[in-house]
């Protein structure tokens, strides 16, 4: 899945976005320096791909970007088993993904749903600002888009406050 299947995505559905082009940024502190019109950092996430210790479950993590992800309470309320960040491979296999570009947008890419949303609340009711499968741009969507989407490609998602 690329930057152009996702914005199809959009514009077939009919999902209002803007999509704002930029320098390829890898981290949230690097997208900090970006000077665009419009960009909201905080309605930005962070996005961690993380997975239990039996390789059987995996989550994509996206927090508010000034928060940190406690992983023994984010196991304590998914009941999952111990959790750690997922190794670069698993990332690229999983949700046709490298690092520096996670996504909630490469979701709509594991088509074994084998990796469970897990949003921080932070984000409803507002847009959300997050890269279409590379890291030169990010498009901002309502957050009731994504959540949208996420149902139609029956993906599981939890809205929780991290």
Known sequence: MTRDDILAILDERR????????????????????????FDMPRVPKNLFLRDDKKRQYYLVSIASGKTAD????????????????????LLSILSLM????????????????????ID??????????????NTSTVFIAFSDLISLLDEFNIEHHIINI
């Open 15 to 38: 999902i209002p976005y803007r999509e704002f082009c930029h320098e390829a940024v890898n981290t949230i502190a690097e997208a900090e320096g970006l000077s665009i019109p419009g």
């Open 71 to 90: 992983l023994k309470k984010l196991r304590r309320i998914l009941g999952s088993r111990p959790l750690s960040f997922a190794s670069e491979e698993d």
């Open 99 to 118: 690092k520096g570009s996670v996504t909630p947008f490469g979701l709509l890419a594991d088509r074994e749903h084998r990796t469970v949303a897990v």
């Open 121 to 134: 609340s932070f984000f409803s009711g507002g847009d959300i600002g997050i890269h279409p499968m590379e």
